[in-house]
């Protein structure tokens, strides 16, 4: 693996299961479309643009064992600032041939590339072997927790075969010796700007504000919302047995799509659950946070209050179907994009309102923690124009 003419590295289980599972968990209530077609990506700046800035914590000790195996191995201690960090996904379709990652006139200052798998091949997505033209190893099979690390230049050409069935999910950053191009200084200016006060209630500081609809619209040729396609995060809540319901009127929007940035409720099957959520996003969190724990929140044998589940009526169970036609126009294309290989698509579990509730709660307590963290955090980081962990200081308690 230490062969100068092509330097790299593969660590097995660099990650654990619990880490790449809370990595997902942002991807899939934050991600936008991206750059290219079938692709998804989550950056760390677009956390902050949405409310989530306390999503940053988890890859904050991260980035710090990435950036640290890659001075150690590539022997560079001090002289990389990171360049991006952002989570990635392909879905079918997508692909990338032989390239090195500072290819671009503008993609010059990127000298190592770092690249932690948070799901597995064969297991979550078919497809998406990663390719080395020459050297060894010549084929990497992506498995959760493990990490490919990279010169991006012409003596790591790779590519990566197309993705043919489910979502291939990725922790992609980018490390230069150009300290101008430092992600840290550019986030914590952002941050500086974004990050509301500890004495801001809850509703104000932690919850999610959704980007521009169009960076949530799907499309197979890039349509725009009038054609054939979907709102990501509906299809990421259908593609899990939802349906989203609103209670205003449909005809006081002229513009639909700001009906997902208003309040709205959860239904299932013909269930509707009592709580609102402030918007898709935040409904969209909730619900990936409680399938992320889901094994922790089997165990309730309690029923659920009464009047926190009704039954639709008929004119709540039309105006959805109206509101899904709408922000879900293509439904099997929602499926083919999002569905898990392993777990198929009508293998909706009943739900139990009572784990669901208990799992509204729980994500309450997670998402509080995470914004103290980032309030005691952010001192230390501008003070020191840089990201990094303050909690093994000595005497932090949180
Ligand atoms: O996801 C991978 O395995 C590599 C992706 C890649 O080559 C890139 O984004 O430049
Ligand atoms: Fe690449």
Same mark, same amino acid.
């Given at each position: 693996?230490?062969?100068?003419?092509?330097?790299?590295?593969?660590?097995?289980?660099?990650?654990?299961?619990?880490?790449?599972?809370?990595?997902?968990?942002?991807?899939?209530?934050?991600?936008?479309?991206?750059?290219? =077609?079938?692709?998804?990506?989550?950056?760390?700046?677009?956390?902050?643009?949405?409310?989530?800035?306390?999503?940053?914590?988890?890859?904050? =000790?991260?980035?710090?064992?990435?950036?640290? #195996?890659?001075?150690?191995?590539?022997?560079?201690?001090?002289?990389?600032?990171?360049?991006?960090?952002?989570?990635?996904?392909?879905?079918?379709?997508?692909?990338?041939?032989?390239?090195?990652?500072?290819?671009? =006139?503008?993609?010059?200052?990127?000298?190592?590339?770092?690249?932690?798998?948070?799901?597995?091949?064969?297991?979550?997505?078919?497809?998406?072997?990663?390719?080395?033209?020459?050297?060894?190893?010549?084929?990497?099979?992506?498995?959760?927790?493990?990490?490919?690390?990279?010169?991006?230049?012409?003596?790591?050409?790779?590519?990566?075969?197309?993705?043919?069935?489910?979502?291939? +999910?990725?922790?992609?950053?980018?490390?230069?010796?150009?300290?101008?191009?430092?992600?840290?200084?550019?986030?914590?200016?952002?941050?500086? #700007?974004?990050?509301?006060?500890?004495?801001?209630?809850?509703?104000?500081?932690?919850?999610?504000?959704?980007?521009?609809?169009?960076?949530?619209?799907?499309?197979?040729?890039?349509?725009?919302?009038?054609?054939?396609?979907?709102?990501?995060?509906?299809?990421?809540?259908?593609?899990?047995?939802?349906?989203?319901?609103?209670?205003?009127?449909?005809?006081?929007?002229?513009?639909?799509?700001?009906?997902?940035?208003? =309040?709205?409720? +959860?239904?299932?099957?013909?269930?509707?659950?009592?709580?609102?959520?402030?918007?898709?996003?935040?409904?969209?969190?909730?619900?990936?946070?409680?399938?992320?724990?889901?094994?922790?929140?089997?165990?309730?044998?309690?029923?659920?209050?009464?009047?926190?589940?009704?039954?639709?009526?008929?004119?709540?169970?039309?105006?959805?179907?109206?509101?899904?036609?709408?922000?879900?126009?293509?439904?099997?294309?929602?499926?083919?994009?999002?569905?898990?290989?392993?777990?198929?698509?009508?293998?909706?579990?009943?739900?139990?309102?009572?784990?669901?509730?208990?799992?509204?709660?729980?994500?309450?307590?997670?998402?509080?923690?995470?914004?103290?963290?980032?309030?005691?955090?952010?001192?230390?980081?501008?003070?020191?124009?840089?990201?990094?962990?303050?909690?093994?200081?000595?005497?932090?308690?949180?």
């Amino acid at each position: 693996m230490a062969d100068s003419e092509h330097p790299r590295l593969i660590l097995n289980n660099f990650l654990s299961l619990e880490e790449c599972k809370e990595l997902e968990l942002i991807h899939k209530s934050c991600s936008t479309v991206g750059y290219r =077609p079938n692709v998804f990506s989550t950056t760390l700046s677009h956390l902050i643009a949405t409310n989530s800035s306390h999503f940053i914590m988890p890859f904050v =000790p991260i980035r710090e064992r990435l950036k640290e #195996k890659l001075e150690d191995f590539f022997d560079c201690h001090y002289q990389l600032v990171i360049e991006f960090t952002g989570l990635i996904s392909w879905t079918s379709g997508a692909s990338i041939g032989w390239h090195s990652d500072d290819n671009k =006139p503008y993609l010059k200052q990127r000298d190592f590339t770092a690249v932690c798998y948070l799901n597995s091949y064969e297991k979550d997505f078919k497809g998406g072997l990663f390719n080395f033209q020459d050297g060894e190893p010549k084929t990497i099979a992506p498995l959760a927790g493990d990490v490919v690390m990279y010169t991006a230049d012409s003596l790591n050409i790779h590519s990566v075969d197309e993705v043919t069935d489910g979502e291939r +999910l990725t922790l992609t950053l980018w490390f230069s010796r150009d300290s101008s191009h430092d992600e840290d200084a550019k986030l914590i200016s952002a941050l500086s #700007k974004n990050l509301p006060h500890r004495s801001d209630n809850f509703s104000h500081s932690c919850l999610p504000l959704p980007a521009s609809s169009i960076m949530y619209w799907f499309s197979l040729n890039q349509a725009s919302l009038e054609e054939s396609g979907f709102d990501i995060c509906w299809a990421r809540l259908h593609v899990l047995g939802y349906n989203v319901y609103c209670s205003q009127e449909m005809s006081s929007f002229s513009d639909f799509s700001e009906l997902l940035m208003e =309040p709205l409720q +959860l239904a299932r099957g013909d269930e509707l659950f009592y709580q609102e959520f402030v918007n898709i996003l935040h409904a969209l969190q909730v619900v990936q946070f409680f399938h992320w724990k889901a094994s922790e929140y089997q165990t309730s044998k309690v029923d659920i209050e009464a009047g926190k589940v009704m039954s639709l009526s008929h004119s709540q169970r039309e105006k959805i179907s109206r509101l899904k036609s709408f922000f879900v126009k293509d439904g099997r294309l929602a499926e083919r994009v999002f569905h898990s290989v392993t777990k198929g698509l009508n293998e909706h579990h009943a739900l139990d309102w009572a784990n669901f509730s208990a799992a509204v709660t729980a994500w309450g307590d997670y998402i509080g923690k995470l914004h103290k963290e980032i309030l005691v955090s952010l001192p230390y980081w501008r003070t020191h124009q840089s990201i990094f962990s303050v909690f093994h200081l000595a005497g932090f308690e949180i």
